[in-house]
């Protein structure tokens, strides 16, 4: 006997599907007097997954099937290829299923007469011949109902084993087109997109801003990824940021540091981050790891700047400068008869690193990060820690005008 083995990758979720496949197949050679063929799956893997573009764009759980078992053989006759005959002549030559290379080569050098069968020599239209070769080299191409009288070999049941030769070639995804739910992208490529995207378009663009028409981050990052519609050139654009494969670098270590936090967010984060790969379902949680990793490093900034903080000027005095608003808290009201005002605590820091506090009643006040030229009234000076504060009151705060060239 010969033996055949055909070798495939599929995706993890097809895994099931083979075997059922399998199954069905053994069951009808079964009927056909044929042996049956085994199965072996392999543990699973991630294997490189590219668009129909060719792009390659993540991973996706696979596993190699391989099935073997004898070719079907009496009296010395094995059947070792199918020939299907179009309408314009054409022959197209199909192996049995896991035919070894030798006895392959030896069929491609077979030369086929088209509709012609050395069973009943009958020359007529045919959509399909097969190739028999006996143990002593010699081939003969049988009709579709001669195969069986001249072999001895059931047509029906060479014809199911057959199917294991389609299941290399199957789509498993069921030809939706989209991209698999199954799908693993590098966590590395993730950060680094996001990094390149943030730079771009100045900052960290949450979700809940889309009412400032600006897309998204996580929207723009999933688009490089998976928006096969997405020009090539912003593609580009994004892939030549030469700083961002450090800043990702950067972010997944600091997201890495939070795995076993007590706090939920920087705990799911670090447990994107420490892995290889993630789920397209999990994409905006890890994408947003970027700006908790800049609001760190502007808080640090700001923690080193404020050491050097010092008193400024004299209770009662009025004074001026230019400062960044780097807090601002929300406090409890204080109400009058039906009326409740409004507080908040709001932080500057100006470029030497003095800080300055204003408890404020104002309708409105700047906001984080916003740079203003402040002017108040002091009144007080107080420690918050080791950080000497100026306490101020009467303020009026003011958008800084750039400065002309």
């Not at 059947?79 to 030798?102: I, K, W």
């Not at 800043?247 to 890495?256: E, F, H, K, L």
Request: net charge negative.
């Amino acid at each position: 006997m010969t033996s055949a083995a055909t070798r495939f990758d599929v995706p993890a979720t097809a895994e099931s599907r083979v075997r059922q496949l399998v199954e069905a197949t053994n069951a009808r050679a079964a009927v056909h007097k044929l042996t049956a063929y085994s199965l072996q799956v392999s543990a699973s893997f991630l294997a490189d997954y590219h668009d129909t573009d060719g792009r390659l764009i993540g991973q996706r759980p696979t596993v190699t099937v391989t099935i073997t078992g004898d070719i079907p053989r009496h009296q010395g006759w094995t059947v070792v290829a199918r020939l299907d005959h179009d309408e314009e002549g054409e022959t197209l030559l199909s192996l049995f299923p896991g035919l070894p290379e030798q006895d392959a080569e030896a069929v491609r050098g077979y030369h086929a007469v088209e509709n012609f069968c050395h069973g009943c020599k009958v020359a007529r239209h045919r959509t399909a011949t097969y190739l028999a070769r006996h143990e002593n080299g010699e081939f003969r191409q049988l009709g579709t109902t001669c195969v069986e009288p001249y072999t001895g070999l059931p047509i029906k049941g060479l014809e199911a084993l057959w199917r294991f030769g389609t299941l290399k070639d199957s789509d498993w995804d069921g030809g939706e087109g989209g991209i698999p739910a199954d799908l693993r992208v590098p966590v590395v490529e993730v950060l680094r997109v996001t990094a390149a995207i943030v730079t771009q378009e100045g900052r960290f663009y949450s979700r809940s801003e889309q009412w400032k028409n600006t897309a998204p981050t996580a929207d723009l990052v999933e688009s490089y990824f998976f928006d096969r519609k997405a020009p090539q050139e912003w593609r580009a654009a994004v892939d030549a940021e030469p700083d961002a494969p450090r800043t990702a670098a950067a972010v997944r270590a600091w997201a890495v540091q939070g795995y076993g936090s007590p706090h939920d967010y920087r705990h799911k984060v670090g447990q994107l981050a420490k892995v290889e790969t993630v789920s397209p379902r999990h994409l905006p949680t890890l994408v947003s790891a970027i700006a908790g990793w800049h609001r760190d490093q502007e808080k640090e900034a700001t923690e080193r700047a404020a050491q050097n903080s010092k008193p400024q000027g004299t209770v009662g005095e009025r004074i001026s400068t230019t400062a960044t608003v780097t807090t601002v808290i929300e406090l409890e009201g204080r109400t009058y008869g039906y009326n409740t005002q409004r507080r908040r605590l709001v932080k500057f820091q100006d470029t030497e690193g003095n800080v300055f506090v204003w408890f404020s009643s104002a309708a409105t006040v700047p906001g984080k990060g916003d740079e203003v030229e402040l002017t108040g009234t002091v009144k007080d000076h107080s420690l918050y820690g080791e950080t000497a504060q100026t306490v101020l009151t009467r303020c009026r705060v003011a958008e800084r005008q750039p400065v002309a060239a």
